[in-house]
């Protein structure tokens, strides 16, 4: 059986796309350069507006590490309030305490308030001291679905050891999905070796700014930071061939 695709993305013509071309389910982010955070309502909105894939929603207030203060925390808490207003399907969220664990009376709080949207365990595991004890932590926690994880490298292919030895401890208790750097090239042997039923991929592309003046002496984002005048957007064709391979 194929796995389900479900597609990382930070845009309204991203997930048209994404649903054109086989996706079974979104991750919806802003600051995909920092790895996502939080989208705006307005965005969470017209996605569920335009498309009828289920939508999960990143909770994290700003790029960087996963340990948060009270305030930080608090954004997330409401975060989750506004996700439930606009009816969206999930949300994905992850906190670790300084040492490295999971801070297991914060992510329960926030599995909490999230009831009864699905909820995944983001790559803030892949940050984590203890990859097999966090396991047990975020399964001992209950009411998470999955855990998004690369097996604790840059990407799901180097971590692909640590990815088949989470799922067979996993052992059906919850589901491991494997994510980053996942391509058409290598999405077979992740899958197959790790009995993946669930993928996460980007599948980015880009699309040429529609601005006609260009300003070559300024731009919104730090020294480095995205081209000011190519968008990054899900590309069909590579999304697609990912999906074919099944």
Do not use: W
């Given at each position: 059986?194929?796995?389900?695709?479900?597609?990382?993305?930070?845009?309204?013509?991203?997930?048209?796309?994404?649903?054109?071309?086989?996706?079974?389910?979104?991750?919806?982010?802003?600051?995909?350069?920092?790895?996502?955070?939080?989208?705006?309502?307005?965005?969470?909105?017209?996605?569920?507006?335009?498309?009828?894939?289920?939508?999960?929603?990143?909770?994290?207030?700003?790029?960087?590490?996963?340990?948060?203060?009270?305030?930080?925390?608090?954004?997330?808490?409401?975060?989750?309030?506004?996700?439930?207003?606009?009816?969206?399907?999930?949300?994905?969220i992850g906190v670790l305490l300084p040492d490295g664990s999971v801070d297991k009376a914060r992510v329960k709080r926030l599995v909490d308030a999230a009831q009864p949207m699905l909820v995944t365990f983001h790559r803030?595991?892949?940050?984590?001291?203890?990859?097999?004890?966090?396991?047990?932590?975020?399964?001992?926690?209950?009411?998470?679905?999955?855990?998004?994880?690369?097996?604790?490298?840059?990407?799901?292919?180097?971590g692909l050891d640590m990815l088949v030895e989470l799922s067979k401890r996993a052992d059906g208790r919850i589901i491991i999905m494997p994510g980053a750097g996942i391509t058409d090239r290598n999405v077979n042997k992740i899958v197959s070796a790790m009995n993946a039923t669930e993928v996460h991929v980007g599948a980015g592309g880009t699309q040429e700014s529609k601005m006609e003046f260009r300003n070559p002496y300024c731009s919104m984002g730090y020294a480095i930071s995205a081209p000011e005048y190519s968008l990054r957007i899900t590309s069909g064709s590579r999304l697609g061939a990912m999906i074919q391979k099944f």
């Amino acid at each position: 059986m194929a796995p389900v695709f479900e597609v990382c993305l930070d845009s309204v013509a991203s997930a048209i796309i994404a649903e054109k071309n086989g996706s079974k389910r979104i991750e919806l982010c802003a600051g995909l350069m920092e790895g996502g955070i939080t989208p705006s309502a307005g965005l969470i909105a017209t996605v569920k507006a335009k498309t009828s894939l289920p939508v999960m929603v990143m909770i994290r207030p700003r790029g960087g590490d996963f340990c948060y203060d009270d305030d930080e925390f608090e954004g997330m808490l409401q975060d989750i309030k506004l996700c439930h207003s606009l009816n969206v399907d999930g949300v994905v969220i992850g906190v670790l305490l300084p040492d490295g664990s999971v801070d297991k009376a914060r992510v329960k709080r926030l599995v909490d308030a999230a009831q009864p949207m699905l909820v995944t365990f983001h790559r803030a595991f892949d940050m984590v001291k203890d990859p097999f004890q966090a396991l047990e932590d975020i399964i001992e926690i209950g009411g998470i679905q999955r855990i998004l994880t690369s097996g604790c490298e840059r990407s799901a292919y180097e971590g692909l050891d640590m990815l088949v030895e989470l799922s067979k401890r996993a052992d059906g208790r919850i589901i491991i999905m494997p994510g980053a750097g996942i391509t058409d090239r290598n999405v077979n042997k992740i899958v197959s070796a790790m009995n993946a039923t669930e993928v996460h991929v980007g599948a980015g592309g880009t699309q040429e700014s529609k601005m006609e003046f260009r300003n070559p002496y300024c731009s919104m984002g730090y020294a480095i930071s995205a081209p000011e005048y190519s968008l990054r957007i899900t590309s069909g064709s590579r999304l697609g061939a990912m999906i074919q391979k099944f």
